[in-house]
């Protein structure tokens, strides 16, 4: 079995990112308000992942490092559903390939209980004194794995990725306080609104850009995008989600490329945040195990969505 999870681990858990994109979502699963992540050396040292969610009793400790165990098929989640086929899998995966300790604890427990798993080879489970929640310690991923390792870059390469992957959750999720330290650098967001993050992570004023609202047949898309000259930096800041998930798509990113340089000189750079909602038929969501990226059955509509909803906005700026 732990072939298979590290074979499974390979697809799933690309690089320290993966990690922390599947840690969190398990975090944000368990209905946490407070999320803190710790990185060190690129996050091939330390990736560790603190909540204070609902936590796990003592079996299911033991089973959610077991490949295909999920206690998340009850609900009936639309997007899960869609990608069953990879559900169950991170935490087995990343065990098999690092040292991991994990802790946690349910509030009805009088204490909560640890489990050190390396390379997949369960060692240790014992009681521990900790608060409500669930803490999991990634250290030397991809020992398992060496040929792994040579697909790292730099540990301030793997940083930045990072720093996507969690503004990318910080900004979807305003009513959980997030912190990041990667290496001795430690931020906080915990402005309870999207106001308020794009304050904190653009370090821009809502007023100094708009909200975005259009729907178009079954396609709607909100958000918000900076008013051209407000977003002073020379890269684009583009966030993109489809139904409440952080997704990739070229595509998209382009056009709102040219729907800004269509109206302001070039020396502009986009930022913009924009939720799409669209049916779950419409999107296949198994293109990658990652599921960051998304096919659209019809990408022709949601990129019109998009420059409209922009274009309506920045032609009143224009006026
Ligand atoms: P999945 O999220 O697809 O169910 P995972 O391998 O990511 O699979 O997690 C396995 C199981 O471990 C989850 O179904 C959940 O029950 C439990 N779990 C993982 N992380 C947490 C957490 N932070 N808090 C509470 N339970 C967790
Ligand atoms: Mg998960």
Redesign the pocket.
Known sequence: PQLINRIAAGEVIERPTSVIK??I???L??K?TEIHVTVRGGGQTLIR?Q?N????IKE?LK??VQRH????LSHADLWNIHTFG???????SITSVSKALLS?KTLNQPHGWSLYIEGGEQQDFKPVACDV??C?EIRDLFFATPARLKFLRSPAQEHIQITNCLERFLLLNPHVTFSLRLDEKHKVFDAASLEGRIKQLLNLQAAEGFWLETQIHDVKVTGWAALPGAHRRNADRIFLYTNQRPIEDRMLVQSMRIAYQDLIPKDRYPCVIAFLSIPYSDVDVNVHPAKTQVRFKAPQEIRSVLITALRKSLIQYGQ
């Open positions: 599947e840690l979502e398990n975090s699963d368990a946490a992942i909540d969610g609902c936590g796990m299911d089973l959610s165990t999920t206690s998340k990879f559900r169950g899998e991170a935490l087995a946690s929640g669930t999991i």
